[in-house]
């Protein structure tokens, strides 16, 4: 099936700075992105759909300046957050849609802030 | 209502036994529908598409009532492999063409 790499799989940073998630799709071009977050024992929540070459779509209660979404090839989208925040802590899934209408998901980024 | 929901469970089965998960929505309009498996700390894995005649891969069979808006998961001779965490997910134009995921059911499968 088709591969989407996420970067970093894990990191851990201090209150109020920014970190950048990487989403690639490796072997097919992606139109549109997904970007999730999962807490604890919840289930995957939206946070917003990447369009190549236009702005996000954020879901409601989704701060769009605090997660700011780039995507600027068919291959590449990325979600900055920040300003991070303790309760900003949670596993963050990209997914990227291909021209089936398949979805495939990225191995996830666990963020973790002091 | 939630959009997707699940029993949270966890079912704990002793290998081999036959162990069945269902999945209600709320948007009748839905028009595709999936079994993701999500492993501890891990991303969603497909499983399997749910098709309204009902459909079968191995020891899965899934089972789509859209007049009940009701999905099923059957999972027959149970693994240890078996134990994750089951996602039911559907999706709608009218969600945007978006996926909708349950909470998720808890299957452990024990020796």
């Known amino acids: 099936g088709a591969v989407v790499s996420q970067h970093p799989s894990w990191v851990i940073c201090k209150s109020g700075t920014s970190v950048k998630i990487e989403c690639r799709s490796l072997d097919f071009q992606a139109t549109t992105m997904f970007w999730y977050r999962q807490f604890p024992k919840q289930s995957l929540m939206l946070m917003a759909t990447?369009?190549?070459?236009?702005?996000?779509?954020?879901e409601q209660g989704v701060e769009k300046d605090k997660f700011l979404i780039n995507h600027a090839s068919l291959t590449l989208s990325t979600l900055t957050v920040t300003s991070a925040h303790p309760e900003d802590s949670s596993f963050y899934i990209c997914?990227?849609?291909?021209?089936?209408?398949?979805?495939?998901f990225g191995p996830g980024t666990r963020l973790t802030v002091l | 209502r939630k959009e997707v929901e699940q029993d949270p469970g966890p079912f704990n089965v002793p290998e081999g036994a036959t162990v069945a998960f269902n999945c209600t929505y709320s948007?009748?309009?839905?028009?595709?529908f999936f079994w993701y498996r999500q492993d501890c700390r891990k991303e969603p894995k497909l499983l399997m598409s749910v098709y309204s005649s009902g459909n079968e891969d191995g020891r899965f069979t899934a089972q789509l009532n859209r007049a009940s808006q009701y999905i099923s998961l059957l999972i027959r001779d149970s693994k240890l492999s078996d134990s994750a965490t089951y996602l039911c997910?559907?999706?709608?134009?009218?969600?945007?063409?978006?996926?909708?995921f349950g909470a998720g059911t808890i299957l452990r499968v024990k020796s």
């Open positions: 997914s990227a849609r291909n021209s089936s209408d398949e979805q495939f």
């Open positions: 948007n009748s309009a839905s028009q595709s």
């Open positions: 997910v559907v999706n709608s134009m009218e969600y945007g063409n978006k996926l909708v």
């Open positions: 990447s369009n190549e070459g236009s702005k996000a779509t954020y």
